[in-house]
Nanobody
Framework: QVQLVESGGGLVQPGGSLRLSCAGS????????IGWFRRAPGKGREGGSC????????YYADSVRGRFTMSRDHAKNTVYLHMDSLKPEDTAVYYC???????????????WGQGTQVTLSS
């Protein structure tokens, strides 16, 4: 069974950091582009970052560039989203998803995890 599971969300103060994990089972994440999306309260789902299957390039939305970094651990079949300098507007449910190529359109992605909540609160 193909499955993605996100973890690592939680409550954090502005300026803090979190590392989200996206673990794959039933398939090899290394073969796919991986995107991180988020849905803030009352808003639609937006793309934040995407790393190509070959690890050659990573795209970041303007809202997270310079603060968020993606990485992969092929041995663990896991992709990470390192989030630094978090802001209140980063509060959202974060999702990882797979695609053949990096796209900002969520409908280009096939497999989705259930999401993990990140909440900024002072």
């Amino acid at each position: 069974q193909v499955q993605l599971v996100e973890s690592g969300g939680g409550l954090v103060q502005p300026g803090g950091s979190l590392r989200l994990s996206c673990a794959g089972s039933g398939f090899t994440l290394e073969h796919y582009a991986i995107g991180w999306f988020r849905r803030a309260p009352g808003k639609g789902r937006e793309g934040g970052s995407c790393e190509s299957s070959s690890d050659d390039y990573t795209y970041y939305a303007d809202s997270v560039r310079g603060r968020f970094t993606m990485s992969r651990d092929h041995a663990k079949n896991t992709v990470y989203l390192h989030m630094d300098s978090l802001k209140p507007e980063d509060t959202a449910v974060y999702y990882c998803a797979t695609s053949w190529e990096c796209r900002w359109n969520e409908y280009e992605y096939d497999n989705w995890g259930q999401g993990t909540q990140v909440t900024l609160s002072s």
